[in-house]
């Protein structure tokens, strides 16, 4: 008898399963034949690596510098860490403010908009001034930067929800503690971890940034201070290796809050529940 014929289902899972083996394969070997043509350009051009170091010289000051740049990098990670925690307090406490009163939104998001829009290289400074403690310059201009995304998104999913199910909550006469527990908090949390995933990736730049501000000035041990110490040494090597461990800590952030929301989400949010094509 013949063999029947493969299912629909089968081909749909096997062509999935394919798809996402290409899609974590495919930037892999990008990014490979990208680092040998890079090697080979160095060595061929016979450039020195005081110029543009090839990816062997950077990882070889990577693995020699590592014990530095990986105490370097929980500093920096430290800053980024306590500044994202004060703007998911401050911003999601705030955005649950405003969904309560139109008038508390009115007089005070403009000026959340001022906080975000004003550079925090023009702001950082002014900080470092006023404050003395260091520690609390750079986490006050991280925080500064994350805090907007929070704020704006929460704010957005909060005022987002369907207002049929909000006319039904009030006409079974429910009390505004729980129409906010049980319809508005779990309708914005798809725009929550989308600034979420917007503000770690912030809250890394605005504490490198205001480390670059402070310069050799502060005292710092981050990243940032790090490439500035290699820099006035033309430890180019050394700097471009703090810069790929910046990079990898901003993907792996990233990546954190991407896989978090989609453990959150995907038994009941559409955006992360998967569909048969």
Request: glycine content about 8%; some cysteine.
């Amino acid at each position: 008898m013949p063999a029947d014929p493969p299912s629909l289902e089968m081909t749909t899972s096997g062509g999935s399963r394919i798809g996402s083996i290409m899609t974590l394969v495919l930037p892999i070997l990008v990014g490979a034949l990208l680092l040998v043509a890079w090697e080979a350009f160095v060595r061929l051009d016979d450039i020195p690596p005081y110029i543009l170091p090839g990816p062997i010289a950077i990882g070889q000051s990577m693995i020699e510098g590592w014990g530095t740049l990986y105490d370097s990098l929980l500093v920096t990670l430290k800053v980024t860490g306590m500044a994202l925690a004060a703007a998911i307090i401050f911003g999601g406490g705030l955005a649950i403010l405003f969904a309560q009163s139109k008038w508390i939104e009115a007089s005070l998001f403009p000026y959340a908009v001022i906080l975000q829009v004003t550079p925090i290289v023009a702001i950082a400074p002014l900080i470092l001034i006023y404050v003395k403690n260091t520690q609390a310059a750079l986490l006050i201009c991280a925080w500064i930067v994350a805090f907007f995304p929070i704020l704006s998104n929460t704010t957005l999913g909060l005022n987002s929800i369907d207002h049929n199910y909000l006319d039904l909550m009030r006409l079974y006469r429910a009390k505004r503690w729980q129409v906010l527990w049980y319809l508005r908090l779990p309708g914005a949390m798809p725009y929550f971890f989308g600034g979420l995933k917007i503000a770690g990736g912030l809250s890394l730049i605005g504490a490198v940034v205001a480390e670059f501000t402070a310069g050799t000035a502060s005292g710092g041990s981050g990243l940032a201070y790090r490439i500035l110490e290699s820099s006035f040494r033309l430890d180019i090597p050394r700097m471009y290796a703090a810069l790929i461990l910046l990079s990898v800590t901003g993907v792996l952030i990233f990546l954190a809050f991407s896989v978090l929301s989609h453990l959150v989400l995907r038994k009941w949010h559409e955006s992360a529940t998967q569909r048969e094509r």
